[in-house]
């Protein structure tokens, strides 16, 4: 599911740049990009019935991304980065950039979420937000997520009720940093009425944070 629609978000458009259309180097990717956290247990998933219709990946401060000893990227993946010119070299650039930073040490990190064509604007993002708002509230912790979307900024700000602690230029992509509060307050469901203009952005796009 995520490879199918990885070339929606902007960083990782830029990052496979001129293969953005090889469908097998987007599940490569995608794999990379889940695989240490999935084994970490910072994966949500939203399904109807058995069909995965949503993705949201986190990341804990002291999470532990080697539970087998096995690196985030395996020698393979390395071997396939450098045989191809233009990712080598945005892969490079990414990996030696510097980090967003956080708003606070302990804050979870909202890393990546992506929701299927026919479930955007619906309850697939809601309640996958609703399994972090539960933690961070059992944890006393904030969540915060970086986004390069100025209406998934809005998003992010009145559906959510998230703060701007930050804004960078990163990479060629001016990113809005957000933070909840600690712990965070749980906030309504969307009213269609009320939000409709905001869910309709939440249509236009897969991610909610880059």
């Not at 509230?137 to 809005?154: M, Q």
């Amino acid at each position: 599911m995520l490879a199918d629609h990885l070339d929606e978000i902007p960083l990782y458009r830029w990052l496979l740049g001129e293969h953005a259309s090889d469908l097998d180097l987007r599940r490569w990717l995608a794999e990379i990009l889940v695989r240490p956290l999935l084994n970490a247990g910072c994966v949500f998933g939203s399904r109807r019935g058995r069909r995965l219709v949503g993705l949201l990946v986190f990341q804990l401060h002291d999470a532990d991304l080697s539970l087998d000893g096995a690196p985030p990227l395996t020698p393979a993946d390395v071997t396939r980065v450098a045989s191809m010119p233009g990712l080598r070299e945005r892969f490079a650039e990414l990996l030696s950039s510097s980090q967003l930073a956080p708003p606070v040490d302990d804050a979870v990190s909202l890393r990546l979420a992506i929701v299927t064509p026919e479930e955007r604007g619906g309850r697939a993002l809601i309640g996958m937000m609703r399994g972090i708002e539960r933690f961070c509230i059992a944890a006393s912790r904030p969540y915060y997520a970086w986004t390069g979307s100025e209406s998934l900024r809005r998003y992010y700000s009145q559906v959510w009720g998230a703060s701007e602690f930050a804004v960078e230029d990163w990479n060629a992509i001016t990113m809005y940093g957000l933070v909840s509060d600690r712990p965070p307050r749980p906030r309504p469901d969307p009213d269609p009425a009320r939000d409709g203009a905001l869910r309709a952005t939440q249509r236009r796009s897969s991610s909610t944070i880059v």
